[in-house]
T-cell receptor, first 114, second 111 residues
């Protein structure tokens, strides 16, 4: 299967600071990437769709000014959690679709806000 | 009604048992049906996918889709402790990139 990487895999930050998470498709190009968050023992919740060369599309209830998404190239999307608070602590996962119908996930980033 | 319904479990079986994991869906436009396996604190891993109705076998795993009843199944034969994980069904429409996830079923295979 294809490979999607995420960096960092784990990050601790203080309340009020910002954190950037990178998602890369290593062996294929992705004009679209997806960002999910997952709380313990719960399923994936789609946050936003990242589009190369255009603005991201956010799901209802997700603050676009808090979760900044930039799809800088065909292999890189970044999610920046701005002014992080403890309630933003979660597991963030990105995915990238690969033609014709497969979709591959990154290993996830565990964010802890203290 | 949710797009995809999946029994969250947990499901515990002894090693060697046959496991049946199931989902139902409501959107008749779904044409591709994915199964993902997610180990604790890891990203989901694509296990199998099928197109439209029918069966697909890969080793100990068999995916089955019945579009007439909107029912998706994943069977695991000769289950192993290493199969202990959460299994997520995720159908999608033709031409669309986004997946619709079930809640996931947590499976534990007891040695």
């Amino acid at each position: 299967g294809a490979v999607v990487s995420q960096h960092p895999s784990w990050v601790i930050c203080k309340s009020g600071t910002s954190v950037k998470i990178e998602c890369r498709s290593l062996d294929f190009q992705a004009t679209t990437m997806f960002w999910y968050r997952q709380f313990p023992k719960q399923s994936l919740m789609l946050m936003a769709t990242s589009n190369e060369g255009s603005k991201a599309t956010y799901e209802q209830g997700v603050e676009k000014d808090k979760f900044l998404i930039n799809h800088a190239s065909l292999t890189l999307s970044t999610l920046t959690v701005t002014s992080a608070h403890p309630e933003d602590s979660s597991f963030y996962i990105c995915s990238a679709p690969k033609e014709p119908y497969e979709q591959y996930f990154g290993p996830g980033t565990r964010l802890t806000v203290t | 009604q949710k797009e995809v319904e999946q029994d969250p479990g947990p499901l515990s079986v002894p090693e060697g048992a046959i496991v049946s994991l199931n989902c139902t869906y409501s959107n008749s436009a779904f044409q591709y049906f994915m199964w993902y396996r997610q180990y604790s604190r890891k990203g989901p891993e694509l296990l199998m996918y099928t197109y439209s109705s029918g069966n697909k076998e890969d080793g100990r795993f068999t995916a089955q889709v019945d579009k007439s009843s909107k029912y998706i199944s994943l069977f695991i034969r000769d289950s192993q402790p290493s199969d202990s994980a959460t299994y997520l069904c995720a159908p999608k429409q033709t031409g669309a990139n986004n997946l619709f996830f079930g809640t996931g079923t947590r499976l534990t295979v007891i040695p």
